[in-house]
């Protein structure tokens, strides 16, 4: 294996692939960054999330003729309102346990949501055209980069740059920073946190959704997309640190950059290189590279 | 509008037979303090002895509270944290609780407004210069003084004239003590009606109205201002180690 043999144009090719799913990557650890702070729970339901987001804007396509744009608002709110409902029946419940119970508590609807789908839907992927306006691409020299494909990493990170100035810049974000590090003396200052608590679930899980509406015309559409690609975003997480949005969002891009580049070096290892980072990390850093030591 | 000087000797605190329990333990055993607008009382005590729990059961922050808690005139017993703030509470906790992933200014911005008439963002700064200076710091590079005075400061923003204090002076150099001192003579003489739980008996003698010796989550005295000569030595007795 030679690295310097490698075209430039495979090697810029490949990252740009790698940046598509990394800005995916991000949009999702971002979420489960934000749920984690407030719920303190690894919202295992993630994958279903962002699964159901894709599956909405398919069924809405093919039932009712929603077109891909309006799926991008609705569907996430769609997730974002089963989220909320899902924290107040459920986890609201689970507040005062050990954390651990939340965690089985998703995982378990993450299996039910997955389980009623393959029902109704089969396992086999659905192809979903994505919006006619976005058809062809350009030709960049070292690749032909699909348009869509380019909307995604722009809106991905639209979503990432929204999110955080939200969190960092705004009196709603501050009350979350505050309510992830003592949301007790936040009750006592006379913020609703429960209320606040449901919000950030609420809004963890329409960033899944829209992550899975981007995602709907790059794979096909199953009940099963899901649980495929959220293993690398927990992944993903550990390595930028428990809770730590701006972690979340620069290690969910690099991580998809760092795949890219294997599939360079070492196809083989493409699939397993952010495992192996995860590794090391955890080794040398614990707490993650964003994330502050306990 | 300032919080005026209060004439009429209405009730702003009136806590009856309370008690209070963290999971299974049971804290306060049947706590009576009363409280009129513009007064300062101090909760004296060893630690332990629930006066803390105190501060923290009128606001809610206990697994569990039963008696009564009139806050204004409003029973609060049953009421969650958050809504109890709005009646018009500023709550000050014994570790100061300075947001360390909030800016100075966004710390002392944190608070929602419970009422009209709290300070604006100048008068606080001219209060507290330290805090103007250090305005952009992350809330824990302050130092212990610093981050009391942004305490301090925090809850006085938002219009609550019912403060509970909570070991304010603990950890920190007689300068800055004497400067706290100078502070809540301020308050007082603004009228605002002030708990003070306190271990520097000295610092919490001229400024309090009266004095409830808290021992094993009891009030088992109560001193009055005139009272404090005569009863020095009684309250040595309790306070000692």
Redesign the interface.
């Known amino acids: 294996m030679d690295i310097f043999s490698i075209s430039p144009q495979v090697l810029l090719g490949q990252l740009l692939l790698g940046l598509i799913n990394g800005s995916l990557y991000a949009v999702l650890s971002l979420g489960l960054a934000i749920i984690f702070g407030l719920l303190n729970i690894v919202n295992f339901t993630h994958g279903a999330q962002y699964m159901l987001g894709a599956v909405l804007a398919w069924a809405g396509l093919n039932y009712l003729g929603m077109n891909y744009w309006l799926a991008l608002i609705f569907a996430p709110l769609m997730v974002g309102a089963i989220g909320i409902i899902i924290e107040r029946t459920m986890l609201r419940r689970l507040a005062n346990v050990d954390h651990l119970y939340g965690l089985l508590l998703t995982f378990g609807l993450a299996l039910i949501i997955e389980g009623l789908l393959v029902r109704m839907l089969g396992v086999t992927g659905q192809p979903y055209a994505g919006p006619p306006e976005l058809k062809g691409g350009m030709n960049l020299g070292f690749m032909f980069l699909p348009y869509y494909r380019a909307w995604v990493v722009v809106a991905s990170l639209a979503a990432c740059l929204g999110a955080w100035l939200l969190i960092e810049r705004t009196?709603i974000g501050?009350?979350l920073?505050?309510s992830?590090?003592?949301p007790?003396?936040?009750?006592?200052?006379?913020?609703?946190?429960p209320l606040l608590v449901t919000l950030a679930y609420g809004f963890g899980a329409a960033l899944a959704g829209f992550a899975g509406v981007l995602a709907a015309p790059l794979f096909q559409v199953s009940p099963l997309m899901g649980s495929n690609l959220i293993i690398v975003v927990f992944a993903v997480v550990v390595i930028g640190g428990m809770g730590s949005i701006l972690g979340s969002i620069v290690t969910g891009l690099s991580m998809g950059l760092i795949e890219g580049l294997t599939k360079v070096v070492y196809p083989e290892a493409s699939s397993t290189v952010v495992f192996v980072v995860m590794a090391i990390v955890l080794l040398v850093r614990p707490a993650g590279l964003f994330g502050k030591a306990a | 509008m300032q919080p005026e000087l209060y004439a009429s000797p209405d009730e702003d605190l009136r806590i009856t037979d309370l008690h209070a329990f963290y999971g299974e333990s049971h804290i306060l055993h049947g706590i009576d303090i009363s409280l009129c607008r513009g007064e300062l009382v101090t909760l004296l005590g060893r630690n332990g002895a629930g006066r803390t729990t105190t501060l923290r059961a009128i606001?809610?922050?206990v697994s569990r509270r039963t008696g009564s808690i009139m806050v204004k005139g409003q029973e609060t017993i049953a009421m969650?944290?958050?809504?109890?703030?709005?009646l018009g509470i500023g709550?000050c906790?014994e570790e100061r609780?300075i947001?360390?992933?909030?800016s100075v200014e966004?710390n002392l911005?944190?608070?929602?407004k419970?009422a009209s008439g709290g300070l604006t963002v100048e008068q606080l700064y001219e209060m507290f210069p330290n805090l103007a200076e250090r305005r952009n710091s992350r809330g824990t590079q302050l130092s212990g003084g610093e981050q009391q005075m942004l305490a301090m400061a925090r809850?006085l923003r938002?219009g609550a004239d019912l403060l509970l204090l909570d070991e304010i002076t603990e950890g920190l150099a007689p300068v800055i003590v004497e400067r706290l001192g100078e502070v809540l003579t301020r308050l007082k003489g603004m009228g605002y009606t002030i708990v003070l739980v306190e271990q520097n008996f000295h610092f919490a003698a001229p400024l309090a109205d009266r004095h409830y010796v808290v021992e094993h989550g009891h009030v088992v005295e109560t001193v009055l201002k005139e009272e404090l000569k005569a009863k020095t030595d009684l309250l040595n007795s309790y306070l000692s180690v």
């Open positions: 009196k501050a009350y920073r505050a992830t590090e003592n007790n003396l936040l009750k006592a200052f006379g913020i609703n946190v | 606001m809610g922050l969650p944290t958050h809504r109890i703030a709005h709550y906790p609780g947001y360390s992933s909030l966004e911005l944190l608070p929602p419970v809850i938002t």
